[in-house]
């Protein structure tokens, strides 16, 4: 692993247990092993570090949706889609991707808010593909009531995005629990009966 690569995952941990205020640039360069003026010829400043640091981690939660979405194609609907979907919540509840997940969503850095859900918006626009893919197999396959791309679509966000919030809230027994019957009514609401 080189050197800006060590620097990365080194700040996914730190920003995940600390949060991007409670970070240092000199904690990280010493968890790295270097000086922090090398850290410059790496990243201009902490600001950049932490966008990338966003970029990865929305990038690993979406190739996490791509890879799933894609390794169950020919299983039916049903297991493709409740797979892809526990996946992403293995994700989230991971101990540092997951947590820096939860507060690049919800606690960003001030002054790079913007910038912050620029990126989320990207990534979520690549996971409407999927959830798009996703909608397609199951009208193919004819599972689904009558419904709309749009209608599915928001309705699985819904879903995912109130797992997340589950997330915080229960312990992982409880939480798998409450996966599972938010995901009974989420399937039971959109098959054909």
């Keep these: 692993m080189n050197t800006k690569e060590k620097i990365i995952e080194v700040s996914i941990l730190s920003f995940s247990q600390k949060s991007f205020e409670g970070t240092t640039l000199s904690e990280i360069a010493q968890m790295v092993g270097i000086q922090k003026p090398s850290m410059y010829n790496h990243f201009k400043s902490k600001n950049e570090l932490y966008l990338v640091v966003a970029e990865r981690i929305m990038s690993l939660l979406v190739e996490k949706m791509m890879v799933t979405s894609n390794q169950y194609e020919a299983e039916d609907i049903h297991t493709r889609l409740y797979l892809v979907l526990k996946h992403s919540c293995d ?94 009514v989420f399937w039971h609401g959109i098959k054909k009966s």
């Design 91 to 184: 994700f989230i509840l991971n101990k540092q991707e997951g947590i820096l997940y939860k507060r690049i969503m919800l606690f960003p850095p001030i002054d790079l808010k913007k910038e912050v859900k620029d990126i989320v918006e990207r990534g979520d626009q690549e996971i409407a593909s999927i959830i798009s893919q996703l909608y397609i197999h199951g009208m193919n396959e004819n599972r689904f009531r009558d419904i709309s791309e749009r209608t599915f679509s928001s309705a699985y966000f819904c879903l995912l995005d109130g797992l997340f919030t589950e997330s915080f809230i229960y312990d992982d027994q409880d939480f798998h629990q409450r996966f599972e019957e938010a995901w009974s």
